[in-house]
């Protein structure tokens, strides 16, 4: 059962992977996600006319913090020193969409591709809750890898497939 699958021991025991034998690397990941909003929203966020205060700072914040905690949220994930964490946005006025973006950097034993996904759905989910009292009609989407370097599977660069 654990053939294939690094966090099953051989009985089909959940664990945490032993990276003790590793070596340290320099290590990225950036993930990347989306919310689609309402126009109101959209204006709002822009014009910062939102009564909770500056949404996408606060949203950033609450991603590099979601960053740090990952390994409390994943039940296999490592703590690791998290040397570099950037929240960037981009804003598509015409299809009121926030893009969001995370790129964290480590020298470890394992990567940073979970922080960077948990660093951008934090974000999300802040823009979610600070923005819920105009319109509640938000969509979170697109939540996914879009780079990593570094470890012995070495470099990753997300391209579209045909097969989901």
Known sequence: MGEGF???DQNGNAVMVDVSDKRVTFRTATAAGQIHVGPEIMEAVTEGNIKKGDVLGV???AGIMGVKRTSDLIPMCHPLPIQKCSIDYELDHDKNTIHVYCTVKTEGKTGVEMEAL???????L???DMCKAIDKHMVMSEIHLVEK???????????ERDDF
């Open 149 to 159: 370097t570094g470890g012995k599977s070495g470099d990753f660069r997300f391209h």
């Open 6 to 8: 690094s966090h099953f």
């Open 59 to 61: 949203a950033r914040v």
């Open 126 to 128: 802040t823009i979610y």
């Open 118 to 124: 948990t660093g951008v759905q934090t974000a999300l």
